[in-house]
C-alpha cells in the first residue's frame, strides 16, 4: 500500500482480499433473508454443540453395559428422561453419544465424495476425449446400480467398521457431484477469457487452478451440504440393517437394537422415536442449508 498527496493507493492482492470479503458479506446477508435456511443452521449448530460437548453432558460410562444401572426398557422418568434400553442404559445418554457417530461419518463421507467426485468431473470436463469419455461412462455406470445394493455388498465384503462404512458411501455417492461439475466445467471452457488466457499460453495447470475450480468451488460447496444429508441417511440404514459398527452407538444402531429387541411390539416407543426424529430433523436441517446456499451461489436461483 502506498500513500500519494493523501490517496490511498491498494495492491491488486489487497483489491483481491477486499473484493472476497465484500462478496462474503454480501452472500451471508443473502442467506440470512432465508428463514429456512437459518432454521436449518441453528438446528446443525445445537447440534454439533451436542456432539462436541458429549462427555460434559452424557459420561463415557453411560455407554456400558457393566454400569447401566436402570431397568429393561424403563419408561421416561425424573431419572432417565428418555427412559432406558434392552441394557438399563439411558436412552438420552446413547442419543448424545450417537450424535457424534453420525455426524462423524456423514461429514468424512461427504469429504470423500466430494474429493471423487470433483476430480472426477474436472478430468471428464475439460480434457475430454477417451479419458473423459472414459470417466463419463464409469459415473454413468454407478448411477445406474442402485445405491442400497452396491453399499450393502461393499459393506459386506468389507467388514462392520467406522472406517468402511465412511468409505463404503463415499465411494457410492460421488456420482451425482461428477456430472454436475462436469457440465459446469463444459459450460466455463468455452467462455470467452478461457481461450484468451489458451492464447496467450496458458497451461493446464493455470486454467485448472485459476479459472475452472473458483468457479466451480461454489456449487461444490453448497452440494457438499446435500450429500452430508444424504451420507448420514445411509449410515443410519446400513447400521440399521446390522452393518455398522458393533462397537459404537450411533442412530442408526438404536433403531437396529430397539428393532432387535421387539420395541415397537412392546410400545417402547422411548427406544425408537427419539433416534428417528433426530435423523430426520438433521437430514432436513442439510437439506435446508444447502438449498439456501444454493440460491445465494446461483445467480440464477436469485433471478427467480
Given at each position: 500500500m502506498s500513500t500519494t498527496s493523501g490517496t490511498v493507493t491498494l495492491t491488486s492482492r489487497q483489491l483481491a482480499r477486499r473484493r472476497r470479503r465484500a462478496a462474503r458479506a454480501r452472500a451471508w446477508r443473502r442467506f440470512r433473508q432465508n428463514r429456512a435456511g437459518m432454521a436449518g443452521l441453528v438446528v446443525l449448530t445445537v447440534v454439533v454443540?451436542?456432539?462436541?460437548?458429549?462427555?460434559v453432558l452424557a459420561p463415557?460410562?453411560?455407554?456400558?453395559?457393566?454400569?447401566a444401572t436402570g431397568g429393561v426398557l424403563d419408561a421416561p422418568s425424573g431419572e432417565y428422561w428418555l427412559g432406558t434400553d434392552a441394557n438399563g442404559r439411558s436412552v438420552l445418554t446413547l442419543l448424545i453419544w450417537g450424535a457424534r457417530i453420525?455426524?462423524?461419518?456423514g461429514l468424512m463421507a461427504t469429504v470423500i465424495s466430494m474429493l471423487i467426485g470433483t476430480l472426477v468431473g474436472l478430468t471428464s470436463g475439460y480434457f475430454g476425449g477417451w479419458p473423459g469419455a472414459v470417466l463419463f461412462r464409469l459415473t454413468?455406470?454407478?448411477?445406474?446400480i442402485p445405491f442400497l445394493p452396491l453399499a450393502i455388498v461393499l459393506a459386506s465384503?468389507?467388514?462392520r467398521s467406522l472406517v468402511n462404512i465412511v468409505i463404503v458411501i463415499g465411494v457410492t455417492s460421488w456420482?451425482?457431484?461428477?456430472?454436475?461439475i462436469r457440465s459446469q466445467v463444459l459450460s466455463i471452457k468455452e467462455?470467452?477469457?478461457?481461450e484468451r488466457s489458451r492464447a496467450l499460453g496458458a497451461g493446464h495447470r493455470h486454467l485448472i487452478g485459476r479459472h475452472l475450480l473458483p468457479n466451480v468451488v461454489p456449487i461444490v460447496f453448497a452440494n457438499t451440504t446435500l450429500t452430508v444429508a444424504v451420507a448420514i441417511l445411509s449410515e443410519t440404514t446400513l447400521s440399521f440393517l446390522g452393518l455398522g459398527d458393533p462397537t459404537r452407538v450411533s442412530w442408526g444402531s438404536m433403531l437396529d437394537d430397539a428393532y432387535g429387541v421387539g420395541a415397537i411390539t412392546t410400545g417402547s416407543w422411548w427406544y425408537f422415536v427419539p433416534p428417528g426424529v433426530c435423523v430426520v430433523v438433521v437430514v432436513l436441517s442439510?437439506?435446508?442449508?444447502?438449498?439456501?446456499?444454493?440460491?445465494?451461489?446461483?445467480p440464477k436461483l436469485r433471478q427467480r
Open positions: 454443540l451436542v456432539a462436541l460437548l458429549a462427555p463415557a460410562d453411560g455407554l456400558e453395559v457393566t454400569h453420525s455426524l462423524f461419518v454413468e455406470w454407478f448411477l445406474v465384503v468389507l467388514g456420482p451425482g457431484t461428477a456430472l454436475l467462455r470467452p477469457y478461457i442439510f437439506t435446508l442449508v444447502g438449498q439456501a446456499l444454493e440460491e445465494v451461489l446461483n
